[in-house]
């Protein structure tokens, strides 16, 4: 749908731009209107460069579709028609291109097409599969305000597991960029000056400052060669990284290294738990819950794993079979999940296992910042030391020695 730039005017003719969706220039006014305000241009901006630019910048993130989630799931629960509520919350959302999503979706609804397949037709890359087939699920049992309620719950938990997680690595993240930023800097601008009066003096120095002089000499004369490098490697890793073999060894790594390597293990577990129930709940059948469960994973060690699942449960065998004999998945998981198959259950159990294991994730988090601080300060004590053994101690017994 076209987007609208608009100036206008409030009753107390106080000035404001803004942006609008609208289906032509009559509606783009009302719409203006109903805010309150009195236009006085509009333009259509859908293509222009500095609309594209604002588009690219403005990304639908998690936080605006778990508020999108809630407000659409109410709305449905009151009984407010699809459309109308498509709407209601379009005109209520913030993030513009969101906002365009969902005009666009909402026209093709009241046009006749099935919610999930207009999200599928304008939203494919801001609603992911897991999203796309709860709602389609929700459609065709009749049950689509319980659907979105219990994914706008889903939802929720995902983005506050994701934001600790991320929070959990933003203060060891920063300390080490930091001093990776003022060590070059110092390596460039400060050492170069401290070792030149140390060279001077003729004075026997020590190996570390030795180590110092040659590391400092090396980094000026090859400056070039060294930054040419550094960008050369990051565009080879992230071609590795971007290849089925690199994608799995990097997964592989994720698991396994120290500290983190087990919190990732936890989201993976908590992601596909939490999914799985999710779609099993809204009557996705069990292979294609195993399917759109493994995109939500995003680790190619898990999804091996879940594709020979689904091979073993279209062979008539138990879904449970596959983890049991893995390595990488905990015992209690596949047999939990072999209990809930036999009781019929298994919906139930899942999230009963992503429960337990969010409150374990939880505690993990709260606890990395304990683990991480030491080491971030001997990291530090590290650098420190190096800087007085090499420079700090050879000035002081030069100023001693007169």
Request: with cysteine; net charge positive.
């Amino acid at each position: 749908m076209p987007i609208y730039r608009y100036k206008a005017v409030n009753a107390k003719q106080h000035k404001s731009y803004g942006q609008v969706i609208a289906f032509n220039d009559n509606d783009a006014k009302y719409r203006i209107n109903r805010l309150g305000l009195d236009p006085i241009w509009i333009v259509d901006a859908t293509d222009s460069l500095y609309n594209r630019i604002w588009l690219w910048l403005n990304r639908v993130r998690g936080k605006d579709l778990v508020v999108f989630s809630r407000q659409f799931s109410l709305l449905i629960s009151s009984n407010v028609g699809v459309v109308e509520a498509l709407v209601t919350v379009q005109e209520q959302t913030a993030n513009i291109k969101l906002k365009n999503i969902m005009s666009q979706v909402a026209f093709e609804v009241d046009a006749g097409m099935l919610l999930s397949e207009a999200m599928r037709k304008h939203g494919g890359r801001i609603f992911s599969n897991f999203f796309i087939n709860v709602i389609h699920a929700g459609e065709t049992s009749g049950k689509l305000d319980e659907v979105l309620n219990y994914l706008a719950d889903e939802m929720e938990k995902d983005y506050d597991l994701t934001s600790k997680f991320k929070s959990a690595m933003i203060y060891p993240t920063i300390v080490l960029i930091g001093l990776v930023g003022v060590g070059f800097i110092m390596m460039l601008f400060v050492m170069p000056q401290l070792t030149a009066i140390l060279q001077e003096t003729g004075a026997t120095l020590p190996w570390a400052t030795r180590a110092v002089i040659w590391a400092v000499d090396f980094l000026q004369k090859y400056i070039v060669g060294i930054l040419i490098f550094i960008v050369l490697f990051f565009l080879g890793l992230r071609f590795f990284m971007r290849s089925d073999f690199g994608r799995l060894k990097v997964d592989y790594f994720k698991l396994h290294v120290p500290v983190v390597g087990q919190l990732f293990r936890l989201v993976y577990l908590v992601r596909f738990c939490r999914s799985f129930s999710t779609l099993l709940r809204g009557g996705v059948n069990l292979t294609r819950s195993l399917e759109v469960s493994s995109d939500i994973v995003r680790n190619r060690i898990y999804q091996r794993l879940i594709a020979d699942s689904i091979k073993e449960v279209n062979e008539g065998n138990s879904v449970s079979s596959v983890f049991m004999a893995s390595r990488e998945i905990p015992k209690m998981i596949p047999q939990m999940m072999s209990i809930g198959e036999k009781t019929g259950n298994l919906d139930t159990v899942l999230d009963k296992i992503s429960v337990f294991y969010s409150r374990e994730l939880s505690a993990k988090l709260n606890n990395l910042g304990v683990i991480l601080e030491p080491l971030v300060m001997v990291i530090l004590a590290i650098g420190v030391g190096i800087m007085v053994a090499a420079i700090i101690l050879p000035m002081y017994n030069i100023a001693t020695s007169f």
